[in-house]
């Protein structure tokens, strides 16, 4: 079998990693459009960056309205900041809200109609250069052709893809993550364990992106309670950085499953951060998945240094999905009663999240088939 292996143009990753951008921007354009949130501009980090235009010379454009996940309307409105004030290229600074929402920006900066017209398809168009400068060890937008976007006036999440929304430049320093708080780093570390776990036991994982997806496992599962224990650990940090960072490498050629598919249509409908509802579902979602390949859940058994030489396959794969469901209580993962969502209105969407969970795809890369009744049974579960 072939395959393809995507990847950014260039990672500057380390310790300290901002202060190689000069160089990498210099001549992309005389103005920069800088795609944040407004908790990036208040504790200095947006001007970290703009302090490296300015000594570049170039001047920029900051649209930091990005406090949530983007929305068709937040796309919208960015666009028309860059165009207005003729920026010739986007600097992505946060999380993977950020950074999505700059990969739709440029898209729609070049593109006609809306945003919402463009899910499913496959986007080639070129954008304008994009940095992605991430402040969070979490979603890998960084290195990924993936965007989604909420479809305000149907509640649905949008998955738009392509190479062509891959950043040109990551640029992954730890030194951004140190201010991430407690819950925040464990909703963002478990999105990439997440994004790991599901690129190694996807039907389209393939051996490179294995390679990355197992390193990733075992850097988050070895320092993410190292990080909520001690937010200022950066040696930590950098392993978070580095493991969210071959996550998202590792599922940009793989593929993300169930966990996914099912995690889009609660943050749609009931607004539960992307992490936090990927923590939710992960024990539940692994426990029905590892019929589909035992093999391949033993193995991360193995790489994380769980598995006994007396135990079998079954029993090691059995024995990965207690050490998570125990690894996210540890967390302090919230459950959905603890989110204050009603359960009445909950089971009223059951249909309604089934089939958009299905409709996604991501659930048809499981290496076990999942049906709609399934899907449904999983989310009553989250309820005992």
Known sequence: MNNIFLMPSKILSGIGAINQLEPHVRNKGDKALIVS????????????????????????????????????????????????????????LGGGSPIDAAKAIGFM????????????????????????????????????????????????????????????LAVVDPEFTVTTPPAVTVATGIDALTHAIEAYTSKRAQPLSDVFALSAIKRIYDNLNVVFKNGQNMQARYEMSLGALEAGIA?????????????????????????????????????????????????????????????SELEAAQKLVSVIEQFCKTLQVPTLEELKINRDEFYRNLDKMAEDA???????????????DEIIEIYIKLWE
């Open 37 to 92: 949130d407004n908790i990036m501009t208040k504790i200095g980090n947006v001007e970290r960056v703009s302090n490296i235009l300015d000594k570049c010379g170039i001047s920029y454009e900051v649209y930091d309205e990005v406090n949530s996940e983007p929305t068709d309307v937040v796309v919208e409105k960015g666009v028309a900041v860059f165009q207005q004030t003729n920026c010739k290229f986007i600097i992505a």
């Open 109 to 168: 900066s070049v593109s006609s109609g809306k945003i919402n017209d463009y899910m499913g398809e496959v986007i080639n168009t070129e954008i304008p250069y994009l940095v992605a400068i991430p402040t969070t060890a979490g979603t890998g937008s960084e290195v990924t052709q993936f965007t989604i976007i909420t479809d305000t006036e149907n509640n649905v999440k949008m998955l738009l893809k392509g190479p062509a929304l891959m950043p040109k």
């Open 251 to 311: 599922f940009n050629n793989s593929s993300v499953t169930i966990v996914h598919g099912m995690s889009r249509p609660i943050g749609a409908i009931f607004h539960v951060p992307h992490g936090v509802s990927n923590a939710i579902l992960l024990a539940k979602c692994l426990e029905y998945a590892i019929a589909g390949h035992v093999t391949r859940f033993a193995e991360i058994a193995k790489t994380i240094g769980i598995y006994k030489e007396t135990m």
């Open 358 to 372: 299905l409709e996604s795809g991501s659930p048809a890369n499981a290496l076990r088939n999942f049906n709609k």
